[in-house]
């Protein structure tokens, strides 16, 4: 809130800012609760449809202001255009995220999933592992987990994960 309070005299002359910047103020109005002002200067000043990355922004920002189902509109629409695998497996980790919150793990497993498919990625395979838990898949979970910890063992949340688990 406090960086808000210094930011938005400078992002009231919307002329003058760069789209950088305006998403830099918006994501700072997201997190300020002051989702719909962050939402609306984002549409119009920070160029979110020009490209892939501004897509993936915006979806991002609806995930973050807890509009889950614009969210995952967005990012399904991400994934019938966007041509990249990294791009892809963005929104498929961010998809994948939005269901576990929902408490939709066979969703959320579905979608990380793919995200793997597309290239390997330790963050991927926690969540892989927490879905796998949640389902009650502690044996896979475990698996997943130790994975992870083989390919990087200082790996903290794959030690703290495992722990909860033995």
């Known amino acids: ?35 719909d002002e962050g939402l609306a200067f984002l549409q119009a000043k920070g160029d979110v449809e020009s490209n892939v990355k501004g897509r993936l922004l915006w979806a991002k920002a609806l995930r973050d ?31 994948g995220r939005i269901y576990y919150d929902q408490r939709l793990y066979k969703e959320s497993l579905e979608q990380y999933t793919a995200a793997l498919a597309l290239g390997d990625d330790l963050n991927c395979r926690l969540w892989l592992g927490k879905n796998y838990m949640a389902l009650g898949e502690k044996d896979k979970a475990k698996t997943v987990w130790t994975e992870v910890l083989n390919a990087d063992s200082s790996n903290e949340e794959a030690k703290k994960l495992l722990g909860m688990i033995q």
Do not use: H, P
């Not at 009231?12 to 609760?33: L, M, Q, V, W, Y």
């Open 1 to 35: 809130s406090e960086i808000y309070d210094m930011l938005k005299n400078y992002a009231a002359d919307g002329e003058k800012i760069s789209s950088a910047n305006a998403r830099f103020f918006s994501i700072i109005c997201i997190k300020a609760d002051r989702v």
């Open 65 to 95: 202001a807890m509009k889950n189902t614009e969210a995952i509109i967005a990012f399904q629409k991400i994934l019938k255009s966007a041509e990249d695998s990294v791009s892809q497996r963005i929104a498929y980790s961010n998809l």
